[in-house]
């Protein structure tokens, strides 16, 4: 037992009732990323999966964001902002940055954080890529920001978290 009552969500639409893109999208397994800027008082945080690293002279990062999201608006005001790559036992962190998950005292209450130039960043998060904001596109119902890649902190990753058809996996070796 899983501690699940439904075994499918009681409010997603069957299957045919879907938007085809969007199930499309939910064919492909994608990263579980937390994306922070901001400065305290100042700060948003998001859960993204829709990310894409490009390698290059500088590297740059893609992602697709809400318009209407908070972190949107604080990437607006600051140009910066960390990329935060989970693994698997960062579950609850990813559900309360996706706001699946309360929070009480707001969503960096909880997690050991430190601030940067660039934004919080959680501390029990070892991978992450420190970016400023190259551009914002309108692309359908979202905006494509790129940033530039301005420092990497690298680590090993056995167990990543992984986002597929609407829940975490975990990988097949």
Known sequence: M???IH????FVPPEDA???VRRLRGRLAAPVTIITAGKEGDRAGLTISSLVIAEGEPGMVNFLLGPTAELYEVLERTGRFVVHVLESHHRDLSDVFAARRPSPGGLFAGPEMEQTDWGPVFVSVPNRAFCSVASFTEEGYSVLVTGSIDDLV???VTEPLVYFRGRYRGLVG
């Open 18 to 20: 879907r938007e085809p």
């Open 154 to 156: 690298v680590e090993d």
């Open 2 to 4: 899983t501690g699940e």
């Open 7 to 10: 075994e499918e969500h009681p």
